[in-house]
C-alpha cells in the first residue's frame, strides 16, 4: 500500500542551524501540506502546498520557513536558522483531491539544542 | 477561525467500561476525522465523518457527527488495554484549504 515517507527520522541540531527536512508523498497525491506536533501538544498545520505553490500558511511558518518541491517527487521544509522552540515532531502529509482525507508521514522528531 | 475543542484532555479508564470523548467545532466544516497516536507515532486515521448523521463503527470504537450541533463523539465500548493512547479530532474545510485543524486530544490510559 503506497504511503508517505519522511527523513531523517529523527534530527539533532544546534540552534542557528539550518535543517532540511524531507518529504516523499504519494506518486499520485497534488495537494501537500507539514505539521508540526510540540511534545504533549496537539497537530498544528504550517503550510499547504498545491501546482508547485503555497496555498495557505499559518502564522507560526514566518520568513525561517521555506517548502519546494525539487524534483517532482520529494517536498522539503527547510528552517533557516533553527530556535530552541522548533523543536517538535513534524509530519509531513499528502492527498490526491481535496475531496479525499491527509495520508501522514511517520514524522521527524527534531531536536534544536 | 476555526477552533475545535476535545474533551477531556485525559481520560483514565477501568477496563470493561464504556467512555465518550466529546469534539466541538466552532464554524461549519466538510468533514470530521478522528485518529489515534501512540507516543512518538504518527497520526493513525480511525474515522472521516462525511455528513449529519453520520456513524462509523470499528471495534470497540464508535463514531458519530452532528453537524448542527458541530459535536462529534468517540465512543469506546468495554475499553480494554491495547486503546491506551491520545486521540485527536480535527476538522476541515475547503474553503481553507484542506487543512486540518485539531483538537488538542484526549490522552486515554485504560487500566485492568
Known amino acids: 500500500e503506497p504511503e508517505v515517507t519522511q527523513t531523517p527520522s529523527h534530527q539533532v541540531t544546534q540552534m542557528g542551524q539550518e535543517v532540511i527536512l524531507r518529504c516523499v508523498p504519494i506518486?499520485?497525491?497534488?495537494?501537500f501540506y507539514w505539521y508540526r506536533q510540540i511534545l504533549g501538544q496537539k497537530v498544528e498545520f504550517l503550510v499547504s502546498f498545491y501546482n508547485n505553490e503555497i496555498s495557505e500558511k499559518s502564522e507560526i511558518f514566518d520568513d525561517q520557513f521555506s517548502v519546494e518541491r525539487p524534483d517532482g517527487s520529494n517536498f522539503t521544509l527547510k528552517i533557516r536558522s533553527t530556535k530552541l522552540e522548533d523543536s517538535a515532531m513534524y509530519f509531513c502529509a499528502s492527498r490526491d483531491s481535496s475531496y479525499n482525507e491527509q495520508f501522514f508521514g511517520p514524522g521527524t522528531r527534531l531536536t534544536v539544542l | 477561525e476555526l477552533k475545535v475543542e476535545q474533551n477531556p484532555l485525559f481520560l483514565s479508564m477501568q477496563e470493561g467500561k464504556n467512555y465518550t470523548i466529546y469534539c466541538n467545532y466552532s464554524?461549519?466544516?466538510?468533514?470530521l476525522y478522528w485518529y489515534r497516536q501512540d507516543p512518538g507515532k504518527s497520526l493513525e486515521s480511525l474515522f472521516v465523518l462525511l455528513s449529519n448523521g453520520a456513524v462509523k463503527q470499528e471495534g470497540r470504537l464508535m463514531a458519530s457527527l452532528d453537524t448542527k450541533a458541530r459535536l462529534s463523539t468517540l465512543h469506546i465500548t468495554a475499553a480494554v488495554h491495547d486503546l491506551s493512547a491520545t486521540y485527536f479530532c480535527a476538522v476541515d474545510m475547503a474553503a481553507a484549504g484542506n487543512k486540518l485543524t485539531f483538537g488538542g486530544g484526549t490522552r486515554v490510559l485504560v487500566k485492568p
Open positions: 464554524t461549519t466544516s466538510d468533514r
Open positions: 506518486s499520485n497525491h497534488l495537494y
